[in-house]
């Protein structure tokens, strides 16, 4: 498993670049651009221009394939929703002269359920509201169904496992590899082993249908207004046709536990017996992943996983 290969392009110049794909796209001229967010594999940019749509999101990516998987995702999970996703407007693949990609995207209103702490302080029926919506609209996903599982787009598994099992192993192996170069904490990888250990009892239910997931269903990715209204939700990353559960330790992520969202899902609808075991393992294993790809660990995410995973492990003694 390696890391992804990251174009080495500026903010500056992305921004410079979103504004000519824009121009030679809409034959527009752009008012205003200004930066929004963006980490490791891109930048987001807020655009004005003169001409139809007259606002877009110019996401641009830095690893190339990025965007134009992404676009696939929002069309998919689009065609049938509870919720507010955006519409893409244009996919762009890197040229000579613009060495990035982009996806221009619908603008949709709201802040994200994260970095605006003020939802945190809502009273405890709004925010149990908001779990609801939440946890309906996933589910309404959730209920979509495939006759093979794997990521969208490449589906050709006739067991999660076929899929998963091969998965895992490879992300322990290069978490192995992490930390002999001392690039990962041995507990880490220690606590990975023992639960590789139990894959066969924590995941000893087998798992029946394939289901669409969202596949970065946090706070970070919902949007709404300032009482947790007007729900609409952004940047799926790597969709699939999998067991639905893959997709709730997400719910928990970040402050996620503040909102409810995980113990919904499970008071709302059938999880397996195993449910607590088998997202504390994807969880780690996610996280982990993650950091194999883009080479940023965020340790205030990943050392509450490692003490979770340890916790269901001292539950099975």
């Not at 690039?183 to 995941?203: H, N």
């Not at 536990?257 to 994807?282: H, I």
């Amino acid at each position: 498993m390696q890391q992804y290969e990251i174009r080495n392009v500026s903010l500056r110049e992305a921004q410079s670049y979103a504004v000519a794909v824009l121009q030679q796209t809409y034959g527009c001229n752009v008012r205003k651009i200004r930066y929004v967010g963006g980490g490791l594999f891109g930048f987001v940019f807020a655009a004005e221009i003169d001409a139809p749509p007259y606002t877009v999101i110019m996401k641009a990516c830095r690893t190339a394939g990025l965007c134009a998987r992404e676009a696939g995702e929002l069309a998919l999970l689009g065609e049938d929703t509870l919720v507010k996703v955006p519409q893409v407007y244009f996919t762009f693949s890197a040229t000579d002269e613009i060495p990035i990609d982009f996806i221009a995207m619908e603008r949709l209103d709201g802040t994200n359920c994260f970095t605006d702490f003020r939802k945190l302080l809502l009273p405890k029926q709004d925010k149990a509201r908001f779990a609801d919506e939440v946890t309906t609209f996933l589910r309404h996903w959730h209920e979509r169904t495939n006759d093979k599982f794997g990521p969208v787009g490449n589906a050709v598994y006739d067991d999660w496992f076929d899929y998963y099992r091969p998965f895992a192993a490879d992300v322990l192996s290069s978490a192995r590899r992490l930390s002999a170069d001392g690039r990962l904490e041995e507990k880490v990888v220690r606590v990975m082993a023992q639960s590789w250990d139990a894959f066969d009892a924590i995941f000893c239910e087998k798992v029946e249908t394939a289901r669409l997931i969202h596949g970065d269903m946090n706070v970070m990715n919902i949007l709404s207004d300032r009482r947790l209204r007007h729900l609409c939700v952004i940047d799926p990353l790597e969709s699939k046709w999998a067991d639905a559960e893959y997709e709730l330790f997400q719910l928990r992520n970040l402050t996620g536990d503040r909102f409810g969202l995980y113990e919904t899902y499970k008071k709302k609808y059938p999880v397996s017996k195993n449910v607590d075991r088998k997202t504390a393992f994807y969880a780690l294993y996610h996280e982990v992943y993650a950091y194999i790809l883009s080479g940023n660990k965020v340790n205030f995410i990943l050392r509450p996983l490692v003490k979770r995973m340890e916790a269901e492990l001292e539950k099975m003694d």
